[in-house]
């Protein structure tokens, strides 16, 4: 099944939308740091001049928000770059994979989160590599390609940035699903460190794939969430959404993306509400941190047709959709990993079951598209 653009369509009428279309609060919910980021994109100098609706409903007349058949995809990257111990950074992974699709039409949100794992034979590479050798464009056209779907806009953020923005807003409240303990958590860092073990011996145990956490104790920490809701600070909302290592069905990367989903949702509840809205400390620190830190194609004009016509988002219709591994098919299940890795690179990988992308073409445009049957 292919993606079709139904605006290029003449003779199709019904899903050629001629008005502006909408999608902002949907940096909000899926963009981690983005979410306000837009917004205060805005509201920065509005609040110094009294927010003028006028002016604004002006700018956002003159926009035209990309869009195909009815919808705006939004590519959103988070990356795990971080300084490592001889100071300098680790590779620029985009260990974060989510498209967020809204309809202009139904004024839905669905969130579709990619693995980390997944192999792009074109480039030899795990698909989170990607943007580190190729650059955003291919990350984008190789996205395309998995999903059956053009992308629109991207964002890239880092999770130094998210911690610092969680901080700004004075924490999020979050719903832990399931209590779990990560005994191996990395201690940015600490990375290179031996603690105190032959370098020999380290060498030959990671070169047989069977090195345990514990042969370098002084590397890792052990992180613990209890099930219920619970207010996180940046660093221990940052330990929540990165954990790898959880026990209880927690060490998965299906698990890590809807907690990440769960964090993003949870972020843009707290920073658009009108205790951040409204002091002016906060709006200037996340814009601050925005400017410097955020890699996106979406410029100060689009952020404003985005934030008016967000109030058109049905929030409650949003879908979160991952793609495993592990589940049934018409859950997500449509990848595998293969136990013989000779031609990945000797990695973990995941790869389709149909060995091409159609079958994850299909169950995408069920979703995006609302189709009841196959």
């Given at each position: 099944?292919?993606?079709?653009?139904?605006?290029?369509?003449?003779?199709?009428?019904?899903?050629?939308?001629?008005?502006?279309?909408?999608?902002?609060?949907?940096?909000?919910?899926?963009?981690?740091?983005?979410?306000?980021?837009?917004?205060?994109?805005?509201?920065?100098?509005k609040i110094k001049s009294s927010f003028n609706p006028i002016s604004i409903i002006a700018n956002v007349a003159a926009a035209?928000?990309?869009?195909?058949?009815?919808?705006?995809?939004?590519?959103?990257?988070?990356?795990?770059?971080?300084?490592?111990?001889?100071?300098?950074?680790?590779?620029?992974?985009?260990?974060?994979?989510?498209?967020?699709?809204?309809?202009?039409?139904?004024?839905?949100?669905?969130?579709?989160?990619?693995?980390?794992?997944?192999?792009?034979?074109?480039?030899?590479?795990?698909?989170?590599?990607?943007?580190?050798?190729?650059?955003?464009?291919?990350?984008?056209?190789?996205?395309?390609?998995?999903?059956?779907?053009?992308?629109?806009?991207?964002?890239?953020?880092?999770?130094?940035?998210?911690?610092?923005?969680?901080?700004?807003?004075?924490?999020?409240?979050?719903?832990?699903?399931?209590?779990?303990?990560?005994?191996?958590?990395?201690?940015?860092?600490?990375?290179?460190?031996?603690?105190?073990?032959?370098?020999?011996?380290?060498?030959?145990?990671?070169?047989?794939?069977?090195?345990?956490?514990?042969?370098?104790?002084?590397?890792?920490?052990?992180?613990?969430?209890?099930?219920?809701?619970?207010?996180?600070?940046?660093?221990?909302?940052?330990?929540?959404?990165?954990?790898?290592?959880?026990?209880?069905?927690?060490?998965?990367?299906?698990?890590?993306?809807?907690?990440?989903?769960?964090?993003?949702?949870?972020?843009?509840?707290?920073?658009?509400?009108?205790?951040?809205?409204?002091?002016?400390?906060?709006?200037?620190?996340?814009?601050?941190?925005?400017?410097?830190?955020?890699?996106?194609?979406?410029?100060?004009?689009?952020?404003?047709?985005?934030?008016?016509?967000?109030?058109?988002?049905?929030?409650?219709?949003?879908?979160?959709?991952?793609?495993?591994?592990?589940?049934?098919?018409?859950?997500?299940?449509?990848?595998?990993?293969?136990?013989?890795?000779?031609?990945?690179?000797?990695?973990?990988?995941?790869?389709?079951?149909?060995?091409?992308?159609?079958?994850?073409?299909?169950?995408?445009?069920k979703y995006i598209f609302g189709y009841k049957g196959n």
């Amino acid at each position: 099944m292919k993606y079709v653009d139904l605006q290029k369509q003449k003779s199709i009428k019904a899903f050629q939308v001629e008005e502006p279309r909408g999608f902002l609060k949907v940096l909000p919910m899926l963009v981690i740091i983005t979410t306000v980021f837009g917004v205060l994109f805005l509201f920065k100098d509005k609040i110094k001049s009294s927010f003028n609706p006028i002016s604004i409903i002006a700018n956002v007349a003159a926009a035209d928000l990309e869009s195909s058949d009815g919808r705006t995809n939004i590519l959103i990257l988070g990356s795990d770059r971080r300084k490592l111990g001889n100071g300098n950074e680790s590779p620029l992974l985009t260990d974060t994979i989510l498209v967020a699709s809204i309809g202009n039409v139904d004024n839905d949100i669905v969130m579709i989160s990619l693995p980390r794992d997944l192999w792009i034979n074109d480039y030899y590479s795990k698909i989170n590599a990607v943007y580190a050798v190729q650059g955003m464009r291919t990350l984008k056209e190789v996205v395309e390609n998995v999903m059956g779907v053009p992308i629109h806009y991207h964002v890239l953020v880092t999770f130094e940035l998210f911690e610092k923005a969680v901080d700004i807003i004075s924490g999020v409240d979050v719903y832990v699903e399931n209590s779990f303990t990560d005994y191996a958590y990395p201690i940015e860092g600490k990375e290179n460190d031996s603690c105190g073990v032959s370098t020999d011996v380290g060498r030959d145990l990671e070169e047989e794939g069977t090195a345990p956490w514990y042969i370098w104790p002084c590397r890792y920490e052990t992180v613990h969430f209890e099930e219920g809701l619970q207010t996180m600070d940046g660093p221990t909302a940052l330990k929540y959404v990165r954990s790898r290592k959880g026990d209880n069905n927690e060490g998965t990367d299906f698990a890590r993306a809807k907690r990440q989903q769960n964090v993003i949702s949870a972020i843009k509840e707290k920073a658009l509400s009108i205790e951040t809205l409204i002091n002016p400390a906060k709006l200037k620190g996340l814009y601050d941190i925005y400017v410097e830190n955020v890699v996106t194609n979406i410029d100060f004009q689009t952020i404003q047709s985005f934030y008016l016509l967000s109030q058109q988002i049905d929030f409650e219709k949003m879908i979160s959709v991952v793609l495993d591994d592990r589940s049934e098919a018409d859950a997500g299940g449509l990848l595998y990993a293969p136990e013989d890795t000779t031609l990945y690179a000797g990695q973990y990988v995941l790869v389709p079951q149909t060995g091409n992308f159609d079958q994850i073409h299909a169950y995408i445009q069920k979703y995006i598209f609302g189709y009841k049957g196959n």
